[in-house]
């Protein structure tokens, strides 16, 4: 039931839906499951489940409330569980996660916190940091007299990611692969993955180099021991201090 009038309606009452299914075709997921239950009473929206869950996406669970203003979003107060939750990351990272997450704040100034173990994952170095071309934007030619070419100011629209504010422990247990052109290391370890509005994640901590193999100078390396360490910068391009072992060929030495 919706009362009030259209700058500023009051819901009561309770949504529930059940038996549905989801698609995420720009990151190609599907999700069989999709239930939940959601109550409303005056200017608050209790979220008594959400659940959504593939056969080999996993699952989560989203529970809390939210209030609302009007027609806009007001606090936010909700809890977020995963299990064997997929999360792929620009077609160069994979991982299976177990999550306990809660997410505060307001829709323009949200706040992401709790934990993410990562029990399965692949990151593919080569694509995760290929260098990207540059916008290239064809311009008319100069019509003020001059040689200088004004370029039209953009306006970038806001998404959800950059007001967000995040403080993350992410624990990597073992099977999680970093692969490039030359490593294929397996890792694990606990890192703090944190940030502030506008500015990108920002990687804390470091992560042991359980086995693997590093190529140099045309050798195939055993590696024995490693640490990457992360230091926080914009740009994630961890400390790397591995040990590795190879097999020289004997021959004569002239």
Do not use: H
């Not at 008594?48 to 806009?72: H, P, W």
């Amino acid at each position: 039931r919706i009362t009030g009038n259209f700058t500023a309606p009051t819901a009561a009452g309770d949504i529930r839906f059940s038996n549905g299914s989801m698609i995420v075709k720009s990151l190609g997921l599907s999700y069989e499951t999709c239930d939940g239950e959601i109550r409303f009473s005056q200017n608050r929206a209790q979220v008594v489940g959400l659940n959504i869950k593939g056969d080999k996406e996993g699952s989560l669970f989203a529970s809390g409330t939210i209030a609302f203003s009007g027609l806009s979003i007001g606090a936010i107060n909700l809890s977020i569980s995963g299990k064997n939750f997929y999360v792929p990351f620009q077609n160069a990272v994979f991982l299976r996660t177990k999550t306990d997450l809660t997410l505060t704040g307001t829709a323009i100034s949200p706040v992401l916190k709790g934990s993410i173990t990562v029990t399965k994952g692949k990151v593919d170095l080569l694509r995760l940091f290929s260098a990207r071309p540059a916008e290239i934007e064809m311009v008319n030619a100069p019509t003020n007299g001059t040689d200088v070419l004004e370029l039209p100011e953009k306006t970038k629209q806001p998404g959800f990611m950059e007001p967000l504010a995040a403080d993350l422990i992410v624990t990597v247990e073992k099977n999680v692969w970093l692969k490039g052109k030359d490593e294929d290391i397996e890792i694990k370890g606990r890192v703090n993955v944190k940030k502030r509005p506008d500015p990108p994640f920002v990687v804390l901590g470091q992560a042991d180099a359980v086995r693997g193999t590093y190529i140099f100078r045309n050798r195939i390396f055993q590696i024995t021991d490693g640490r990457l360490t992360f230091q926080g910068a914009e740009e994630i391009d961890p400390v790397l201090n591995i040990t590795g072992q190879t097999r020289i060929p004997t021959g004569n030495i002239i």
